[in-house]
């Protein structure tokens, strides 16, 4: 992961291999962010997607092993127990040019990730809502 820092916050550019979720959560830590939006874009493999089913209040999760194009990153990092956690929805496009949408849960570059984070001042906390299974946001 190469980080090169902005007025605005940071631009990351994972190499092949590099996790989507750890490598947000590495730079949170080791940067101690609190609370920060993100956009990306790229090309990942091993890629796992959910749909929250409300119902049964858990993630349906879905995987993709082969490469796919990561044609939108969407996000934010905050925190869970004190700890960063990125909150991020992608969509991956296959080589039919077909699109799968959904909460992602891990994805590796297969060959690169460019993510533009907008980091805020403070800090914003998530916690577990046992009503929909979900980490919420706490004003």
């Not at 820092?5 to 947000?24: K, M, N, P, Q, Y």
């Not at 992602?104 to 533009?116: C, D, H, M, P, R």
């Amino acid at each position: 992961m190469k980080v090169k820092r902005t007025e605005t916050g940071f631009i990351l550019v994972l190499d092949i291999g590099d996790e989507v979720i750890a490598s947000l959560k590495k730079l949170a830590a080791t940067e101690r962010i609190g609370v920060a939006s993100l956009t990306g874009i790229g090309a990942v493999r091993d890629s796992v997607l959910g749909y929250i089913d409300l119902e049964q209040k858990q993630y349906l999760r879905r995987s993709w092993p082969d490469s796919m194009e990561l044609v939108s990153l969407a996000g934010n990092l905050a925190l869970l127990d004190g700890e960063p956690f990125a909150h991020c929805h992608a969509v991956l496009g296959d080589r039919e040019m077909r699109v799968f949408g959904g909460h992602l849960f891990q994805a590796t570059a297969s060959l690169t990730v460019e993510i533009f984070l907008r980091v805020y001042e403070g800090r914003i906390n998530r916690r577990f809502d046992a009503d929909s299974g979900a980490n919420l946001i706490v004003l």
